[in-house]
């Protein structure tokens, strides 16, 4: 069965794109069949994986068009044999709109619906979120059978955590009963600040049943993804370490979590 991994958290500048993009990339490298979703109109994750600074390239072409469309089929680019993207572009900001009046479908799952001809192409879909509870976030949560809920290591983002737990809840009440939250990730931490060490113990302590013992820390080499790429990346190795034991343990978790 196909996993659909959603990457969120209402709070901006945390590790979803880069945690998503390179999730996506190593499942493919790993052989998996993976398909990358980017719902953040800002367009980071189809920047990432593509390599293309220039949007333009994907104009009319993105997951907006697979949406309205109800068929994503014709709006994926084929990155390489194991890794397809579906990308956006600043339009999707004008989804809510869509939704709201022109969609004939149930508004949360369109998505979902968009994606049905193409799952089971995939071992896995991945895909990326904005830093809001919007259409596009609640989309994401409907699609998929797992959340991972990025937890970046400082206040406002602790704050946030129980609210977005709430919204995943009321996700699964109302529009997709089968999702489950992999577990949250605590990301960019740094082992320098006291502060950060303790809201990486903090959210272990309040959550302990759902963290995931990887910590993703704060690294040059893995802030310089974007800039150098993933694909051929002198400093891959470095920057990939700590993704890499976060990957092996939520393979581990959404397949044992497979009903
Ligand atoms: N482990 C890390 N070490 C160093 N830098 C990182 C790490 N993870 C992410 N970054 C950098 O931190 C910044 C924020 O990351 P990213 O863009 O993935 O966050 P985001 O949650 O997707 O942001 P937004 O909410 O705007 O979509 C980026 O510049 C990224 O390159
Ligand atoms: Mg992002």
Known sequence: MTK????????????KTMTSGVTAFLL?????????VDMDSQGNLTQFLSGSDNLLDFENETVLEAIKEGDAKKYIKVLDDNLHLLPTDDFLATIAHYLFTEHRGHRSLALKECLESVRDYYDYIIIDTPPALSEQTINSLGASTHV???FETSKF???????????V???KEKINPDLEIAGILRTLADAKRSDSKAMVDLIAEEYPDLVFDTVIQRRATTGRLPIYG?????E???????HGKFLKELIERVTKKAK
């Open 169 to 171: 809840q009321a996700a």
């Open 4 to 15: 659909v991994i959603t990457f969120a958290i209402q709070k901006g500048g945390v590790g």
């Open 28 to 36: 493919a490298k790993q052989g998996h069949k993976v398909l990358a």
């Open 230 to 234: 993933l694909w051929e990346n002198p």
């Open 157 to 167: 983002c602790y704050n946030a955590v129980p609210r977005f737990l709430d919204t």
């Open 236 to 242: 891959s190795k470095k920057a990939f370490e700590y």
């Open 148 to 150: 991972v809920v990025m």
